[in-house]
């Protein structure tokens, strides 16, 4: 665990918690904000969803309640958008931004959105990285200062997983950028908010989108101090 008590550590990851800590502050004030404002169209997030799918021609999508605070979530497998209390009951911008959001996705799911399929191929690849590659690195790294010549091997290894999820990580943010994309336009055009609303709509996707940015980054330098740590930059 040398990682907690070494100051490059600290430098190289820094930046991107102070990131988060911003971006998760931002899309709480702008969701909060919102949430403030009814759109002209009283829908509530489940109404908007639900007609912005039937617009779509998208019959086989169940929309569902979930616990949670901003938990909103589209399930490419299972056809579902699960949408947080705020957003399924919430008559406002933000619950209407939001579940334009997730139906943004699932218009990506049925014209088969490249980079969707490919983030939706990196999810257990990604997933299996994230939880194996730290523990196999710090191991590498104990065997290689006990001498192990194959510690390594491990310590790239974990590095070499751990860049997978970073890649996962990088994937997803034209996949949010553009549902928030499909969201606006799917949301004009089916006069579920106003011009002059869409604005503040922007403002809710956008923080949203910061907190896929920060993940990425986070991910990134954290990337780059097991590449430093690793010697692999100081070798011919």
């Known amino acids: 665990m040398f990682m907690f008590i070494d100051p490059m550590y600290f430098l190289f990851a820094l930046p991107g918690v102070l990131f988060a800590m911003w971006a998760q502050w931002r899309v709480k004030s702008a969701f909060a904000e919102g949430s403030r404002i009814a759109p002209a169209s009283g829908a509530s ?113 974990g590095i070499a997983l751990f860049a997978v999820a970073t890649i996962f990580q990088i994937v997803t943010l034209p996949v949010e950028f553009d549902a928030s994309r499909r969201a606006r336009i799917a949301l004009r055009e089916n006069g579920l908010v106003t011009q002059v609303e869409d604005e503040t709509v922007a403002k809710v996707l956008h923080a949203a989108a910061l907190t896929y940015v920060a993940g990425a980054l986070s991910s990134i330098l954290i990337l780059a101090y097991y590449v430093f740590r690793s010697g692999a930059l100081n070798r011919d």
Not at 57 to 76: C, H, R
Not at 133 to 140: E, Q, R, V
Request: glycine share 12%.
């Open 45 to 157: 997030g489940a109404q908007a969803a639900d007609q912005i799918l039937r617009s779509a021609g998208i019959d086989g999508a169940q929309i569902e309640p979930t616990d949670g605070y901003l938990t909103d979530n589209y399930d490419p497998r299972e056809k579902i958008l699960r949408l947080s209390p705020d957003v399924y009951s919430g008559r406002s911008l933000s619950a209407v931004g939001v579940a334009a959001h997730e139906c943004g996705h699932a218009i990506q799911d049925s014209v088969h959105y490249p980079l969707l399929g490919l983030r939706n191929a990196l999810v257990p690849v990604a997933s299996f990285g994230s939880n194996i590659a730290i523990p196999l690195m710090l191991i590498g790294f104990l065997l290689s200062y006990a001498g192990m010549f194959f510690g390594a091997w491990l310590i790239y290894g």
